[in-house]
T-cell receptor, first 114, second 116 residues
Framework: AQSVTQLGSHVSVSEGALVLLRCNYS??????LFWYVQYPNQGLQLLLK??????LVKGINGFEAEFKKSETSFHLTKPSAHMSDAAEYFC????????????FGAGTRLFVKA | DGGITQSPKYLFRKEGQNVTLSCEQN?????MYWYRQDPGQGLRLIYY???????QKGDIAEGYSVSREKKESFPLTVTSAQKNPTAFYLC???????????????FGQGTRLTVV
């Protein structure tokens, strides 16, 4: 069965520091992976997605993620955190069920300190 | 602009009442989804629909019902059988089968339901 695990429900960084949010997946077939961001009381917005075209994926707002098959990981990074990055981040995997449905991780809340 | 509209943004329900949450999309997407979000639990799938007049139960369908009479609309009814309905509900849509597995979901702004 396919699943997604996000390591750390809360991550705190200083403004200007590296952001690293961890995501591991389990899948019996090549996965399709996503990172979404959610600001308070809003819906989710796509940051980036991996669809096997390239292992390093660049997204919006300076975020990127690297697909590592050997580690079954898809960690999200940003070189320098900004206060506006404070939000909740979700890793997700797409499942083929005759159509496609998305399974989400539990989420990681990012705090950015001034 | 294309997008997904959920209404209302906030909803209060008395115990024993059924309430219906609205979700409308103008993205011409085939697939639509309902998720429930609780603190620390991420998003859990309630129901999804890949095509008009067809829908499937997700992981936590008990106490909920849906319909898909039009491509644009996928309303969710929270029935009195749902024992703990207070949560944030998110509707989403995607291209579905035609878009392939790498197609992303687009989300509405959510409805916060509170039982009073």
């Amino acid at each position: 069965a396919q699943s997604v695990t996000q390591l750390g429900s809360h991550v705190s960084v200083s403004e200007g520091a590296l952001v690293l949010l961890r995501c591991n997946y389990s899948s019996s077939v090549p996965p399709y992976l996503f990172w979404y961001v959610q600001y308070p009381n809003q819906g989710l917005q796509l940051l980036l997605k991996y669809t096997s075209a390239a292992t390093l994926v660049k997204g919006i707002n300076g975020f990127e993620a690297e697909f590592k098959k050997s580690e079954t990981s898809f960690h999200l990074t940003k070189p320098s955190a900004h206060m506006s990055d404070a939000a909740e981040y979700f890793c997700a995997v797409s499942l083929n069920t005759g159509g496609f449905k998305t399974i989400f991780g539990a989420g990681t809340r990012l705090f950015v300190k001034a | 602009d294309g997008g997904i509209t959920q209404s209302p943004k906030y909803l209060f329900r008395k115990e024993g009442q059924n309430v219906t949450l609205s979700c409308e999309q103008n993205l011409n997407h085939d697939a639509m989804y309902w998720y429930r979000q609780d603190p620390g639990q991420g998003l859990r799938l309630i129901y999804y629909s890949q095509i008009v007049n067809d829908f499937q139960k997700g992981d936590i369908a008990e106490g909920y019902s849906v319909s898909r009479e039009k491509k644009e609309s996928f309303p969710l009814t929270v029935t009195s059988a749902q024992k703990n309905p207070t949560a944030f509900y998110l509707c989403a849509s995607s291209k579905g089968v035609g878009g392939g597995p790498g197609t992303e979901a687009f989300f509405g702004q959510g409805t916060r339901l509170t039982v009073v």
